[in-house]
């Protein structure tokens, strides 16, 4: 993979993503100018399964062609039972955290929440691909982006569990907008967490 890297440029360094579960694909830095490539190494039948459809620069046989015509791309939306189920567990264990003061591990895991939940269903929302917080910047209505920046909190106690707040509201609103009714939602459990985040904001 790095011989064929090398003959693209000047290529600097590079390694696989594995860090990303993608293991046949070799991040690239080149200089002159200081350039960061992705090259994904695929076979023909790794063709299929795509979530977009590249332009095709070179395809000396038409084979790269005839698999393109002969399949359709198709991106992963999120299942909504799927984060039903679990978001209610993710704040509870956010509260753990806040709780025992590990304020460092709560910031990280609000990333993690951003990226799994709040970002693909604003995405969603706004008629965008469900891709994290890409391009969130640019892509989300203006009210819906200053909502996803009060989920920024600053370190300290207070701050961590008004964003958690504002998770949580969020969440809830982007439930109302997008779940059909044959989501079920797991009231009991949200009920009792909510109780617990009550206890936590109280006891100061």
Same mark, same amino acid.
């Given at each position: 993979?790095?011989?064929?890297?090398?003959?693209?440029?000047?290529?600097?360094? $590079?390694?696989?993503? @594995?860090?990303?579960?993608?293991?046949?694909? %070799?991040?690239?830095?080149?200089?002159? *100018? &200081? =350039? +960061?490539?992705?090259?994904?190494?695929?076979?023909?039948?790794?063709?299929?399964?795509?979530?977009?459809?590249?332009?095709?620069?070179?395809?000396?046989?038409?084979?790269?062609?005839?698999?393109?015509?002969?399949?359709?791309?198709?991106?992963?939306?999120?299942?909504?039972?799927?984060?039903?189920?679990?978001?209610?567990?993710?704040?509870?264990?956010?509260?753990?955290?806040?709780?025992? $003061?590990?304020?460092? @591990?709560?910031?990280?895991?609000?990333?993690? %929440?951003?990226?799994?939940?709040?970002? *693909? &269903? =604003? +995405?969603?929302?706004?008629?965008?691909?469900?891709?994290?917080?890409?391009?969130?910047?640019?892509?989300?209505?203006?009210?819906?982006?200053?909502?996803?920046?009060?989920?920024?909190?600053?370190?300290?106690?207070?701050?961590?569990?008004?964003?958690?707040?504002?998770?949580?509201?969020?969440?809830?609103?982007?439930?109302?907008?997008?779940?059909?009714?044959?989501?079920?939602?797991?009231?009991?459990?949200?009920?009792?967490?909510?109780?617990?985040?009550?206890?936590?904001?109280?006891?100061?």
């Amino acid at each position: 993979m790095l011989d064929y890297a090398k003959q693209a440029g000047s290529l600097l360094s $590079g390694f696989t993503g @594995e860090h990303v579960g993608e293991p046949r694909l %070799l991040i690239c830095l080149y200089e002159n *100018p &200081l =350039l +960061h490539v992705d090259i994904k190494f695929l076979t023909l039948e790794e063709l299929v399964p795509r979530v977009e459809t590249p332009h095709i620069l070179f395809d000396k046989t038409g084979e790269i062609r005839k698999v393109f015509d002969n399949s359709e791309a198709v991106f992963p939306y999120p299942d909504y039972q799927w984060m039903e189920d679990r978001f209610w567990f993710w704040v509870h264990y956010a509260l753990l955290k806040i709780g025992r $003061g590990e304020y460092f @591990e709560a910031l990280d895991f609000f990333g993690f %929440l951003r990226m799994v939940v709040l970002g *693909p &269903l =604003l +995405h969603i929302k706004n008629g965008k691909l469900p891709r994290g917080v890409r391009k969130v910047e640019s892509e989300l209505d203006n009210e819906d982006f200053i909502l996803l920046k009060k989920t920024i909190p600053a370190y300290d106690r207070e701050s961590l569990l008004y964003s958690l707040k504002n998770i949580i509201l969020i969440y809830q609103l982007l439930r109302s907008d997008l779940f059909t009714d044959t989501i079920k939602l797991q009231t009991a459990t949200e009920e009792h967490v909510l109780e617990y985040l009550s206890k936590i904001d109280n006891n100061k």
